[in-house]
T-cell receptor, first 114, second 120 residues
Framework: KAGVTQTPRYLIKTRGQQVTLSCSPI?????VSWYQQTPGQGLQFLFE???????NKGNFPGRFSGRQFSNSRSEMNVSTLELGDSALYLC?????????????FGQGTRLTVV | AQKITQTQPGMFVQEKEAVTLDCTYD???????LFWYKQPSSGEMIFLIY??????QNATEGRYSLNFQKARKSANLVISASQLGDSAMYFC?????????????????FGQGTELSVKP
């Protein structure tokens, strides 16, 4: 069974640009969550999608958005990039969202904003 | 508010010895799950072990065991017989059961992590 696939693995963008990151969950998983990891703030929840609906959103500005497609693949978009958006972005895939459901992570996309 | 605290920023352990990584949590929910993840330098988060709030026995997965003390709200990870490949960041995380009811989805709350170094 294929794991969670995130593309691209590495990305360098300039301030003010926008970027789209992609996540393909494990086959059959309907929940996809996104997290931002930085040395200063640690792992922070961005948002979670389940069956194409956003169910929860973290405390991030509106520049951060996402969507989920009917095949459960998800994309995350960041517009008007700032230097502080440089981070490792991790996608997690779950069969459901119950408190006991395991979350499986991809290898992440490392975004550098210059 | 839900919170995970890992008080050990870094730890060293000798190869083949056991090590305990501390995790305390704060929640008002009766239903919750506790997870430990390993993150090597490559960046991928690897699931290690899970403990549910209603589980009476401590979880075990191979060399990993979870010392769950519900009254103290602690969920320490024990790694037995450490190996060089265990060197990595370790994160404790929690997911609350009421998250679904309050439309909070599958949110995981993470601690700040503990960097474990295994010495040969």
């Amino acid at each position: 069974k294929a794991g969670v696939t995130q593309t691209p693995r590495y990305l360098i963008k300039t301030r003010g640009q926008q970027v789209t990151l992609s996540c393909s969950p494990i086959s059959g998983h309907r929940s996809v969550s996104w997290y931002q990891q930085t040395p200063g703030q640690g792992l922070q929840f961005l948002f979670e999608y389940f069956s194409e609906t956003q169910r929860n959103k973290g405390n991030f500005p509106g520049r951060f958005s996402g969507r989920q497609f009917s095949n459960s693949r998800s994309e995350m978009n960041v517009s008007t990039l700032e230097l502080g958006d440089s981070a490792l972005y991790l996608c997690a895939s779950s069969a459901g969202a119950g408190f006991g459901t395991e979350a499986f992570f991809g290898q992440g996309t490392r975004l550098t904003v210059v | 508010a839900q919170k995970i605290t890992q008080t050990q920023p870094g730890m060293f352990v000798q190869e083949k010895e056991a090590v305990t990584l501390d995790c305390t949590y704060d929640t008002s929910d009766q239903s919750y799950g506790l997870f430990w993840y390993k993150q090597p330098s490559s960046g991928e988060m690897i699931f290690l072990i899970y403990q549910g709030s209603y589980d009476e026995q401590n979880a075990t997965e191979g060399r990993y065991s979870l010392n769950f003390q519900k009254a103290r709200k602690s969920a320490n990870l024990v790694i037995s017989a450490s190996q060089l490949g265990d060197s990595a960041m370790y994160f404790c995380a929690m997911r609350e059961g009421l998250g679904l009811i309050y439309n909070q989805g599958g949110k995981l709350i993470f601690g700040q992590g503990t960097e474990l170094s295994v010495k040969p």
